[in-house]
């Protein structure tokens, strides 16, 4: 059974020749967020769901995950995505995609500050999409 193994595992090892031009590497990039989708106010204890849309650049940008970070003045919010590069060209397709994601506001919380980030400007600060949603009762 042994020699059965190790047989197996050399002919294996031998059929699965990977050459250099067939090599993939990723990248995770944070694209900006083109528009969104936020309600006018929150009442506490209710769900919502906050739709975005962005653009996705090539046909190797595979979508990853919302990026949510609580800063000071607000939650920053950007869409992640995986860069697939290889030898392999990657064909544009400016396709404007949509996400969305599920937001639950908290009792202890008057106001909640939305920073959808919308890229960086000419002097490389970045500018936001800011949305101030008050929350009832």
């Known amino acids: 059974m042994k020699k059965l193994f190790i047989c197996l595992f050399a002919l294996l090892s031998l059929a699965c020749s990977v050459s250099d031009d067939e090599v993939q ?3 995770v990039v944070m694209l900006p967020v083109e528009s969104t989708i936020v309600p006018d106010e929150f009442v506490f204890g209710q769900e919502y769901e906050i739709f975005l ?3 996705r650049p090539t046909e190797c940008h595979i979508f990853k995950d919302i990026y949510s970070n609580i800063e000071p003045d607000g939650y920053m919010i950007a869409v992640m995505n995986t860069v697939f590069t290889g030898s392999n060209g990657c064909a544009t397709t400016n396709e ?4 969305s994601f599920t937001f639950k ?3 202890d919380k008057n106001t909640y500050v939305f920073k959808f980030w919308h890229g960086s400007n000419d002097a490389g600060e970045d500018e936001y ?3 101030e ?5």
Request: proline share 10%; net charge neutral; no cysteine.
């Open 129 to 131: 999409l800011i949305f």
């Open 25 to 27: 590497s990723s990248s």
């Open 53 to 55: 849309t962005y653009i």
């Open 133 to 137: 949603v008050p929350v009832v009762d």
């Open 96 to 99: 404007i995609v949509e996400k």
């Open 105 to 107: 506001p908290a009792r």
